[in-house]
């Protein structure tokens, strides 16, 4: 019969991890949740006692102050999280592998496998483990021969994927009312009761025809496969965007008109300077490595194509920057506003930011950055890793960090929106105007701000998708 999960530990306490399970925790206040981390300094920004946590999520901070402390626990003492748990959340990385067999490919299941060594080496009793990592397609078969190889008599385990579909900068509101909560298990006896006890959590707050359960190996390619249709729209409406710019059509026009077919539906249809963020690539890149493990080299290319397009979207973007500064921005000064692969968010993995900071740079132009959420110590891990070989005192000779939008367009050429954050809608423009070089211009990456009304006061205005 299912067990009644009385006692979580999350293994990961990340974007994912710490968001999910301070839900979990809030909304089931009989059930302790401990989310563990090796990371001791990730672990004292999530106890710390002014609630300065280690990431930015709007409604992040109500969440665990209701729960921390009454049933929400945050610990490095990863053994101690495991032994007490019923049932255990998988939640570390799965980055891009970086050398070795399918490097720049597959997925790095090395943290996968040592929280799940290490579950193997210290649990006492049986356990229901959750993998809530995006993981490739049998990755649960893989954890179930390490657990079973290394587990003392009479424990035993069920191993779920219970994938995320969280996305940040929304992660509270999605996880209070999920489109969908999916959980894959073995279709045997034990399989669907350990599927029943976790359903049993999510049902707290999630209405039941909402919760999905299928098959193991179904579940974990769902994840894949939602977030490579979904990055594949993006890339979609960018090289559409690509042929709107040639041609005088407009992408937000194309994009509102297609988008009222309701097989196609209206969201997710914004062109962009490219995707960013830690998953849409990854997944992608993981994806096009399964296909091609498993001889299916057309369906790899097919895939693949769809993170071609977003490389070509951000250099076609850098290029016309470039071409509209009148085929030089050697010496001249460039502010970019915004550094996160989003709004709402201060994480900078994968940012096209990243990309276009790095190809004004090796163009010789001076930058300066502003973003309301992105710590300036990330900002220079992030230059320094998109310039190897160029040493840091040489990066901060071409870039300053502003203190706001405004400071930072302070007698600029060109202004570069990189993150569709709202503020930079609403800044004075004509204030900003006036604080400029002549001509100045703005490049809209994200189609943020009325074209027209910038014109009106005297920008040289170029946004995507859209003819000159
Ligand atoms: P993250 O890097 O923010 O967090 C992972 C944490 O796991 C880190 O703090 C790390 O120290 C910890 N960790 C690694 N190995 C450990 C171990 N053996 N024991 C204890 N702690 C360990 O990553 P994330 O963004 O939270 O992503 C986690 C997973 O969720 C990935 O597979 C990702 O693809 C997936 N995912 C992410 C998002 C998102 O929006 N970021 C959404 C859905 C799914
Ligand atoms: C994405 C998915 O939306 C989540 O469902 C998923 O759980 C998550 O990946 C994951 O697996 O990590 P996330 O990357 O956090 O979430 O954010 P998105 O809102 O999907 O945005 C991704 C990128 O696409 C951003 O750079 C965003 O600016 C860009 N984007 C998004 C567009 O350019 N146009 C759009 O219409 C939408």
Same mark, same amino acid.
């Given at each position: 019969a299912p067990v009644s999960v009385t006692k979580i530990c999350c293994i990961g306490a990340g974007y994912v991890g710490g968001p999910t399970c301070a839900v979990i925790a809030l909304k089931c206040p009989h059930i302790q949740v401990t989310i563990v981390d090796l990371n001791q300094a990730r672990v004292d920004a999530w106890n710390s006692p002014d609630f300065k946590l280690p990431i930015y999520e709007p409604g992040l901070v109500d969440v665990v102050k209701q729960a921390r402390g009454r049933n929400l626990f945050f610990s490095t003492d990863v053994d101690k999280g495991i032994q007490e748990a019923d049932l255990i959340f998988v939640s570390v990385n799965t980055p891009t592998k970086k050398s070795g067999v399918g490097a720049g490919f597959a997925a790095d299941l090395n943290y996968v496998e040592s929280a799940t060594r290490r579950i193997a080496a210290v649990a006492q009793s049986s356990k229901i483990v959750v993998e809530k990592s995006t993981v490739p397609c049998r990755t649960a078969e893989s954890m179930r021969t390490i657990l079973e190889a290394n587990s003392r008599p009479g424990t035993r385990f069920d191993i779920l994927s219970n994938p995320e579909f969280l996305a940040e900068g929304t992660a509270i509101e999605d996880l209070f009312k999920p489109d969908r909560v999916l959980i894959g298990s073995l279709q045997t006896p034990e399989g669907l009761d350990a599927c029943q006890s976790l359903a049993a959590v999510y049902a707290n707050w999630v209405p039941t025809e909402r919760i999905l359960t299928v098959g193991l190996w179904s579940s974990e390619l769902s994840k894949l496969a939602a977030n490579a249709m979904l990055a594949q729209r993006i890339s979609s409406i960018n090289a559409l965007s690509a042929i709107c710019e040639a041609t005088g059509a407009n992408i937000d026009e194309v994009a509102h008109a297609i988008g009222f077919d309701s097989r196609i539906g209206p969201k997710f249809l914004r062109a962009s300077v490219g995707f960013g963020g830690s998953c849409f690539q990854k997944d992608i890149l993981n994806l096009v490595y399964l296909s091609e493990s498993l001889h299916l080299p057309q369906v790899a290319a097919y895939w693949r194509q769809v993170v071609d397009m977003n490389e070509y979207q951000k250099r076609r973007f850098s290029k016309t920057v470039v071409d509209t500064l009148f085929n030089t921005i050697t010496g001249k000064h460039i502010a970019v506003l $915004? +550094? #996160? +692969?989003? #709004?709402?968010? $201060?994480d900078t993995r994968e940012s096209p930011a990243i990309t276009l900071v790095r190809d004004f740079l090796q163009e010789r132009a001076y930058v300066t950055i502003y973003d309301p959420q992105v710590d300036e110590a990330q900002i220079w891990l992030d230059l320094a890793e998109a310039l190897p070989g160029v040493p840091l005192e040489n990066i901060k000779k071409q870039v300053t960090l502003a203190p706001s939008a405004l400071d930072a367009c302070k007698n600029k050429e060109a202004v570069v929106i990189a993150t569709e954050w709202k503020e930079f809608r609403d800044i004075d423009w004509a204030a900003v105007y006036a604080h400029m070089n002549k001509p100045a211009f703005v490049f809209d990456g994200r189609l943020l701000v009325d074209a027209d009304a910038l014109r009106k006061i005297g920008f040289k205005v170029t946004t995507i998708g859209r003819g000159q």
């Open positions: $915004g +550094f #996160a +692969f989003k #709004a709402d968010t $201060g």
